[in-house]
């Protein structure tokens, strides 16, 4: 569907893919599969960050073994290293092969600055940065030539036609692929930039993906199954989707079947797996 739609990318395993919820060998397995499957039509990224060198120098060279074409790497979490030592770590993985930079501090509690991203800048496997600070940072990489996607879809048209940005890699377009591909590449449009914005927040209302995972269920898309510790929104905000989804059109939206509003019973929650 998202291919069909016009998306240039699929990113597997990140944190709207539940990375964060599998096995190194589940998020392989995914990579391998989306690229024998769909290799041959969109570029593959695979998530192969970690927070352990190690680990991502591991997962890092099998995904490119399955075939991925770039590896996203957010910057070491919890455990927190010093600038010198996040320059160190993506030198360790920029040595395997074609990697994007991910920094949402919002996830890490660390920004990775300019000065880091500067020296980066000058190996060549250094696709470019996904970047979630905001739309004034985009640009200061921009006007040095660094190639930038935005995290953030609530402000991914601003991004895209006033600061630089070639794209988002969004949430929003696991729902509304074709509408986020002409937000990104038929030019500046206000009024379709206004129209998906209360979508854009109803998605940001909880951590990603909760509020995606949700929609997708109630649209009949995906199982409505959930790995603890994600839940699904609560009734009344599942009220507010369906609402959304006639507003914006049914059309817009993944899948073929009605929209509905799914009851506490129908969801299945699992704490171990």
Not at 4 to 31: F, H, P, Y
Not at 41 to 53: D, I, P, Q
Not at 235 to 258: A, N, S, Y
Request: aromatic share 6%.
């Amino acid at each position: 569907m998202q291919i069909a739609n016009g998306v240039e990318g699929i990113l597997v395993a990140g944190t709207t893919g539940e990375g964060q919820l599998m096995t190194w060998d589940e998020q392989i397995m995914l990579i391998a599969h989306t690229v024998n499957s769909f290799g041959n039509k969109v570029k593959v990224v695979g998530n192969a960050g970690s927070n352990c060198t190690s680990e991502a120098i591991k997962a890092t060279e099998r995904g490119f073994a399955v075939g991925m074409n770039a590896a996203l790497h957010i910057n070491p979490y919890y455990g927190k290293t010093s600038l010198d030592g996040l320059v160190a770590h993506y030198n360790s993985v920029l040595s395997i092969g074609p990697i994007i930079i991910y920094n949402i501090p919002t996830r890490t509690n660390q920004d990775i600055p300019p000065s880091v991203v500067q020296n980066l800048a000058q190996n060549p496997n250094l696709v470019g940065l996904k970047e979630c600070v905001g739309n004034e940072r985009i640009k200061h990489y921009t006007d040095q030539g660094i190639v930038v996607w935005t995290g953030i879809d609530k402000t991914s048209h601003d991004a895209r036609w006033d600061f630089g940005a070639v794209g988002v890699q969004s949430v929003a377009s696991n729902l509304i692929p074709g509408l986020m591909r002409e937000l990104m590449f038929e030019g500046k449009n206000a009024t379709l930039n206004s129209k998906v914005i209360p979508l854009f927040d109803w998605l940001s209302q909880e951590p990603v993906p909760i509020a995606l995972n949700t929609a997708l269920a109630q649209l009949g898309v995906i199982k409505p199954v959930f790995r603890l510790p994600l839940l699904p929104l609560l009734v009344e905000k599942r009220i507010e989707f369906v609402m959304l989804v006639k507003e914006i059109g049914r059309e817009h939206f993944v899948g073929d079947k009605d929209v509905q509003v799914l009851d506490d019973d129908d969801f299945i929650t699992v704490g171990r797996y």
